[in-house]
């Protein structure tokens, strides 16, 4: 049985429609580097709709678009000629300033300008992680930079970026015809015909951990009468009443401060002190429906500089190949990092077209058609990894460990952030550890340590 808070199925990863055009919570690509049996999987279920796609982004660096993933030419062009003649020199000299650097970095900082100087640090890596994070490089744990994705030096970035040159393929990725979504949908179908029920609208607000059982206190959430009303996909069961279920195992994929608050015996004072020091990033989503067709011809672009609080922006229908997508117009995805109760958080519908307006503006890019936008806040997006995280994190899973009956995993459940086909893994290696029906721990705890040399990707 599976719970879900929400009317549709996805979390994050999924897609619902503005102004007759599928779109996703963001910018959303597949990794096709994944367990080939995972990747079989997806293609039988999706056949042809899952669609081989080449990325088309660019990244604003100072003045100048260029492409993303870098290409060394561009980048040449785009610095200025002393910036760049910094950057070139690092970029040869980072055996030697790695070798003067702390052998285990801590910080963000100090692990970007090792590896890629800091020139390119401060012209893209320092104000993104602001932007992202809300903290300056210096407060951030070194593991940030570690788990995003990106080759460790300048030189070994430089030897990507000319094989991207030479080769599309190491720029494909995979994607639905009908939004991201998609995939989460098409799961959710072969799960219920296989047997599984699925409740939408249904929230958690308790759960008692016995010796063989869990006992799970069920309410309604804020989404309950649209997930009603809206019906889905065949074979669903929406939950129609407050009440508890027992189940012999539970995963979970709440973020691990609300599982500390919500379990019963309650988590050691220890525990929930430790919850109150984590925290993600939220994040406010502007969908601008422009009049005329597409918007551009990329898919992404992403904006490190700090005037700005826009981090990227999509455009879903250039992710895809959709004769459906109407010709007429287009929809166009502003993201705004934030943190929640912030001035960008608060913002009204009219503040927001401004902030959006001004961003296009002051980049250069074409200018928007707006018609009407769309607002979305997202609560828990980023994993905040500021220094001192680990220890917080590390009491947190010692108490979880104790929970022989609760696995956490995903993005929210392990405090990390994995990309799609990560927490498809994830979901694989938890069903393996569950076998016949006695979960092995010695299973999750090898898979467990798989997880941790994830890189994600953006």
Request: hydrophobic fraction near 40%; proline fraction near 6%; glycine fraction near 8%.
């Amino acid at each position: 049985m599976v719970l879900d808070r929400a009317d549709s199925v996805g979390g994050m990863a999924a897609s619902f429609d503005v102004a007759g055009v599928r779109v996703d919570y963001g910018s959303h690509r597949l990794n096709p580097d994944m367990p080939a049996y995972v990747l079989a999987d997806l293609r039988y279920l999706l056949g042809g709709d899952l669609q081989t796609r080449y990325r088309d982004g660019r990244l604003l660096l100072g003045e100048k678009w260029i492409t993303y993933p870098f290409k060394p030419r561009e980048l040449a062009r785009a610095l200025p000629a002393v910036p760049m003649a910094r950057a070139a020199f690092e970029a040869i000299s980072t055996p030697w300033r790695r070798s003067k650097a702390p052998e285990n970095p801590d910080t963000y900082a100090e692990l970007m300008r090792a590896g890629f100087g800091p020139t390119l640090y401060e012209q893209v890596y320092a104000p993104y992680a602001r932007k992202l994070w809300g903290l300056t490089g210096d407060e951030i744990d070194a593991d940030q930079a570690r788990r995003k994705a990106g080759a460790p030096t300048a030189l070994a970035a430089l030897v990507r970026s000319v094989r991207s040159a030479m080769s599309s393929e190491s720029l494909a990725y995979l994607y639905p015809r009908r939004g991201f979504g998609q995939l989460c949908e098409t799961l959710a179908d072969a799960a219920v015909t296989a047997g599984a029920r699925l409740r939408l609208g249904a929230m958690v607000e308790r759960l008692d951990v016995g010796e063989s059982d869990i006992a799970v206190r069920l309410g309604r959430s804020e989404h309950h009468t649209a997930a009603a009303e809206r019906g889905g996909w065949s074979g669903l069961d929406h939950w129609e009443s407050s009440g508890w279920l027992r189940a012999r195992h539970v995963f979970s994929t709440l973020p691990l401060p609300l599982l500390a608050r919500m379990t019963s015996p309650g988590a050691p004072y220890e525990a929930v002190e430790a919850s109150g020091n984590l925290r993600f990033r939220a994040i406010v989503l502007v969908y601008a429906v422009h009049r005329g067709g597409r918007w551009t011809k990329h898919d992404v672009h992403y904006i490190p500089a700090s005037g700005t609080p826009v981090s990227r922006i999509s455009e879903p229908a250039n992710h895809r190949i959709n004769p459906e997508d109407p010709e007429d117009r287009s929809v166009v995805c502003f993201e705004l990092p934030c943190d929640i109760g912030d001035e960008i958080w608060n913002a009204s519908d009219e503040e927001l077209a401004d902030v959006i307006g001004d961003a296009v503006h002051r980049t250069g890019l074409p200018p928007l058609s707006l018609e009407w936008l769309q607002v979305k806040r997202l609560r828990n997006v980023y994993p905040v990894y500021q220094r001192g995280y680990k220890e917080h994190l590390s009491v947190l899973e010692d108490w979880v460990e104790q929970l022989r009956n609760v696995t956490t995993f995903g993005r929210h459940g392990l405090f990390t952030p994995d990309n799609t086909h990560h927490a498809m893994v994830m979901g694989y290696e938890a069903a393996d550890a569950l076998g016949s029906g006695k979960f092995d721990h010695d299973h999750w705890s090898a898979a467990r340590d798989r997880f941790a040399q994830h890189i994600a990707e953006t």
